[in-house]
């Protein structure tokens, strides 16, 4: 069975300073991770994503993610917070068969100060 | 289209009516999703769909639950006998491939009176 952990509920930083939202992952084969984000009364919005290649992924509104395989974690991160970034973050595996489900975290939420 | 469509967004229900919500996923998909989540709740799995396969159903939550997909694109989610612990936001996603990312609709917001 594959799972997430989002120890953090909550993750609060103000503007400017650099955030890190963390995220751990249990699969069977290879993974493929993804952090999606979600406002207020509104679906998901992909970020970014990690199948295979650089450890290191950017992607949207500045954001990245290193995928570390020893330690079985993909954190996500921000050099310069926003306000605009305050939101819910999703982090979420499946394994990489042609026939799997998408497993996600609890979430956490992300709150920036001005 | 350009994204994942869904439909209705707001549905207001009596307890014991049936639901039925619908997707519309991305031109070309080949799988669906169905999630659910509830107020203050990550995202709990209900189905999954992939071409011509047999649906993953080990995430429906009862016998009330059921879910179709028609010519290999368009799905509905039918919730018979609604309870209030049915009220939650319901959401589809889909992908084209294995390795591509996974495009989620803006959700059916559910609510049994």
């Known amino acids: 069975a594959q799972s997430v952990a989002q120890p953090e509920d909550q993750v609060n930083v103000a503007e400017g300073n650099p955030l890190t939202v963390k995220c751990t992952y249990s699969?069977?084969?290879?993974?493929?991770l993804f952090w999606y984000v979600q406002y207020p009364n509104r679906g998901l919005q992909f970020l970014l994503k990690y199948i295979t290649g650089d450890n290191l992924v950017k992607g949207s509104y500045g954001f990245e993610a290193e995928f570390n395989k020893s330690q079985t974690s993909f954190h996500l991160k921000k050099p310069s917070a926003l306000v605009s970034d305050s939101a819910l973050y999703f982090c979420a595996v499946r394994d990489d068969s042609g026939y799997s489900t998408l497993t996600f975290g609890k979430g956490t939420m992300l709150l920036v100060s001005p | 289209g350009a994204g994942v469509s869904q439909s209705p967004s707001n549905k207001v229900t009596e307890k014991g009516k049936d639901v039925e919500l619908r997707c519309d996923p991305i031109s070309g998909h080949t799988a669906l999703y169905w999630y659910r989540q509830s107020l203050g709740q990550g995202l709990e799995f209900l189905i999954y769909?992939?071409?011509?396969?047999?649906?993953?159903k080990s995430g429906l939550p009862s016998d009330r639950f059921s879910a179709e997909r028609t010519g290999g694109s368009v799905s509905t989610l039918t919730i018979q006998r609604t309870q209030q612990e049915d009220s939650a936001v319901y959401l589809c996603?889909?992908?084209?491939?294995?390795?591509?990312?996974?495009?989620f609709g803006e959700g059916s917001w559910l609510t049994v009176v």
């Open positions: 769909f992939q071409g011509n396969s047999a649906p993953d």
């Open positions: 699969v069977s084969g290879n993974p493929y």
């Open positions: 996603a889909s992908r084209r491939g294995a390795g591509n990312t996974i495009y």
